[in-house]
């Protein structure tokens, strides 16, 4: 299965939940999800209507909105799992530190892009160096000690300038150091479970997989 191109906005009704995946849009335009409060599709109303799901449902909602934020198909999500569950710790914890140390994930976490679907687009392209060298996958793990910047010629690139100017733009993690003017960033230490500010019931995920 291939990365999903379809609206995202369907994406983030499907969960019930804005979920970010436009960026900056997201908060200036009006939401979707705000507008038509129940899933997409002609059963999308009926099923709003459920008054309660199952355990699995929910686990398994909480599964696809994890892969959704990350942008990751299932095969790859499945195989951060099983990695997850080798390393020492919570599972959950570490599943979700996995996801965050992808080098696309640091470049949004810097501020270098508006949404993760744009750090990966400048990962792709070639813009983005990890410790002086060119690196165009985005699933790469970025370490403690690493350095991330933009090439020279990328530095003022048009939505570079616009991610970096936002005002609704997040701050920057704890974990990461940021040289906005060199555009320049450093992993400080793998972030722990409480450093990552997202919204989401990480042991429903392990229960899923466990069954």
């Given at each position: 299965m291939g990365r999903y191109t379809g609206p995202v906005c369907k994406l983030c009704r499907r969960e019930g939940q804005k979920l970010f995946l436009k960026g900056t849009k997201c908060y200036t335009e009006?939401?979707?999800?705000?507008?038509?409060?129940?899933?997409?599709?002609?059963?999308?109303?009926?099923?709003?209507?459920?008054?309660?799901?199952?355990?699995?449902?929910?686990?398994?909602?909480?599964k696809q909105k994890v892969k959704r934020i990350y942008g990751v198909n299932e095969r790859y999500f499945r195989n951060v799992f099983r990695s997850a569950t080798q390393t020492t710790g919570l599972?959950?914890?570490?599943?979700?530190i996995g996801l965050e140390s992808r080098l696309d994930n640091v470049i949004?976490?810097?501020?270098?892009?508006?949404?993760?679907?744009?750090?990966?687009?400048?990962?792709?392209?070639?813009h983005v160096e990890v410790n002086g060298r060119a690196v165009d996958i985005p699933s790469y793990q970025v370490q403690p000690g690493d350095e991330v910047r933009l090439k020279d010629g990328s530095r003022d690139l048009v939505p570079v300038q616009a991610a970096l100017e936002s005002k609704t733009r997040p701050d920057t993690v704890s974990?990461?150091?940021?040289?906005?003017g060199t555009r320049t960033g450093r992993m400080l230490e793998r972030p722990t479970r409480d450093e990552i500010p997202l919204a989401v019931q990480e042991q429903l995920i392990v229960e899923l997989y466990s069954k």
């Open positions: 009006k939401c979707p999800v705000e507008r038509r409060a129940y899933p997409p599709g002609q059963h999308g109303v009926a099923q709003a209507r459920r008054r309660k799901m199952s355990d699995y449902a929910l686990q398994l909602r909480e599972t959950g914890a570490n599943l979700l949004y976490r810097l501020g270098f892009a508006g949404s993760r679907a744009q750090s990966r687009q400048l990962v792709r392209h070639r974990w990461l150091a940021l040289d906005e």
